[in-house]
């Protein structure tokens, strides 16, 4: 397994050997620098910190400091990924990569923040259906309806399904394929839409194929 940061840049079209067209999102990977190894031995699993997406704004000290000793401009995110004990081993701390560790055809999960729509409505939010339009429906088209019980338990259940904040939460989608990598741009095209607006970050991890059940 492998991980990188990257930046979502939008969405395209690309076409397929089918004569059809694919919908794909591009992906921006900047070097990801490698600030700090884990092993099996000492840790119990072995995985590499990355850090990536350069900023302007300087960091706290405590940040800067981690940086300045790793001899490394200051970086935007800092994630974690689980690697396999090969491609951990070679990998030093203060080293970078990019999309050259993925591969075409791969399968890779993207993980981002979802769009933030604000406060929405139980119909919008949660898909419910709206109540008649007519024959005597006045002013309810599109209230929840019924929310709680009577005297017992006399209270809303928590967690019931009411209009609130809808997006501006973490996603990730399983399943999408690599289709171009551009080394020289650092570009990755993956087959399928990407949580997230244009410009934030995301984080993208190989996935291991399901193997086919044997009869």
Known sequence: MSGLIGIKCGTSRLGNAAGGIDQV?????????????????????????????PVEKSPSKQKKGVYDKLKLAPQKCVKEFAFSKEHADSHDVGSHFGVEIMNVDSTVTVTGTSLGK??????????????????????????????????????????????????????????????????????????????????????????????????
């Not at 992906?27 to 699993?45: A, L, W």
């Not at 709680?148 to 009411?162: A, E, L, N």
């Open 25 to 53: 999102t591009l992906i921006k990977v900047f070097p990801n620098y490698v600030t700090e190894r884990k092993s099996s031995g000492k840790h119990g699993y072995d995985a590499l910190q990355l850090a990536s997406v």
């Open 118 to 215: 604000g406060f929405a409505g139980c119909v919008k939010r949660w898909n419910f259906s709206m109540q008649r339009a007519t024959h005597g429906n006045s002013l309810s088209h599109r209230a929840p309806g019924s929310i709680g019980q009577c005297q017992d338990p006399g209270r809303v259940i928590k967690g019931k399904k009411m209009a609130g904040r809808l997006g501006g939460v973490q996603r990730s989608i399983k399943g999408l394929t690599v289709l171009q990598i551009d080394e020289e741009k650092g570009l990755l095209v993956v087959k399928g839409s990407v949580p997230g607006y244009e410009g934030s970050v995301v984080y993208v991890r190989t996935q291991e194929k399901a193997k086919a059940k044997s009869e």
